[in-house]
């Protein structure tokens, strides 16, 4: 298969956190995902009475239409790219969807985060460590058009590098999620007004590969139609290896490194370090 992703959409992923993956899947089969998830809200898509909430929140399905959205053989190259061969679990389906409606009232979960992935032995909540344990990627599927009027996913350019000095003290055990927001807050690096915005718009059928380590952030839809999207993770087959002995690492561990590297702590984890940002 030839490759999915340009070098230098490969490089901005490194650098910006994601990479807007256009047509991951087809425009067809997000229409019919999108038909099933209009009956799943229980709300009618021709009268905007019933749209009595600011935001629906719908689990995962594994029905036929969202396991092939989420196993095409385009985004499975993309993976392999930015992750590692060999170093991703297939998804069975979808899940969650966070479908927002244009409304008046406030959602109440707008702030700016980052995503958690496991919970350790005797701990509650979720939490994060270097090695981005159990998580790959995340991802957010269109399953609507979404420009900018309809509630677009906020994202922080950049803001996975300032991530790793903060995961780097607390070892494989890692931080509670909603922890490490608290200390990122309080250090100004939660809602860095120094990094660019990109809005998560696109087509129905596009796909946003994120670094697991992007903060990111919702929003109201001010549009006239609702917004459906899908945030599920990639999960991952192995940790992060951030001492390779051949220094061949993969895009979401070459982030990482950087990160650390512009903390001055990248060689902590390995002697092999370089100047050059391609190399991390």
Partial sequence: MRDVLTPDQIDRFVSDGFVHLEEAFPRSLADECRAFLWRETGCDPDDPATWTEPVVRLWGYAEAPFQRAATTERLHGAFDQLVGPGRWLPRLGLGTFPIRFPHADDPGDTGWHMDASYTPEGETGYWLNLR????????????????????????????????????????????????????????????????????????????????????????????????????PPLHSAAPLDLDRPDGTYTPVERAVRLGLSHAGRVSQYSSRTSPNPREF
């Fill in 132 to 231: 981005s344990r159990e998580r790959a990627l995340l991802m957010l599927f269109l399953f609507s058009d979404v420009d900018a009027d309809h509630g677009p996913t906020r994202i922080k350019v950049g803001s996975h590098l300032d991530v790793p000095a903060f995961l780097e003290p607390v070892g494989e055990r890692g931080i509670d999620g909603m922890e490490l927001c608290r200390a990122m807050d309080t250090a100004g690096r939660l809602d860095a007004p120094e990094r660019p915005l990109a809005l998560a718009t696109g087509r129905a059928g596009d796909v946003y590969l994120c670094h697991p380590f992007l903060i990111h952030a919702a929003q109201p839809n001010h549009g006239t139609r609702p917004r459906f999207l899908a945030q």
